[in-house]
């Protein structure tokens, strides 16, 4: 069993994940997804949006979704995180106004397993959805984030993303608050 020294200098790899792929990413979903929650969400909120948007049978159909792209992190073979994006305009009108680096992919979701966080997946994961914004002609990133969640955006700042809005997020019956962020490609 490795150390987690040896853990954290792992190579990560990314890639495209396949449908054969959707169990695994729903796992990693659930156990990720409550941490990116701000304390007052309640455990029910937090397993009714789970339930509703990041079970398997979801995962399938975000895979198979000509307009979304799932990425993979994996460290010796093993799923460690997931960015999702899509790649079509905003569909609210305020959010749409605020996004000027167009056209522009949205990142949906982007989670790290909790004993991976520092290990380079955030950074490999970024680096990936850049690098398929620079070659799809895409002249920025968007993404949406709890304002709670300070360690995402600080991450988030160290990556060139500036807040540009808010927004308003649902999970299960609470309304959260979000800074809508973007950043150029």
Known sequence: MPTPQEEATAPVSVRRAGIWDAESLADVAAATFPLACPPDATSADVAAFIE????AERFSEYLTDP?????????D?????YLMAIDAPPEDP????????RPAIEISKFYVLPGRHGTGVSKALMAAVVDIGRSGGHTGLWLGVNQQNARARRF????GFDVVGER???VGSQLHEDFVMQRTV
């Open 67 to 75: 307009t979304r792209i799932v990425l993979e992190a994996t460290i």
């Open 156 to 159: 988030y700042q160290k990556e």
């Open 77 to 81: 073979g093993e799923i460690v995180g």
């Open 52 to 55: 509703a948007t990041l079970t």
């Open 168 to 170: 308003t997020f649902t």
């Open 94 to 101: 305020e959010i749409a106004a605020m996004i000027t680096a």
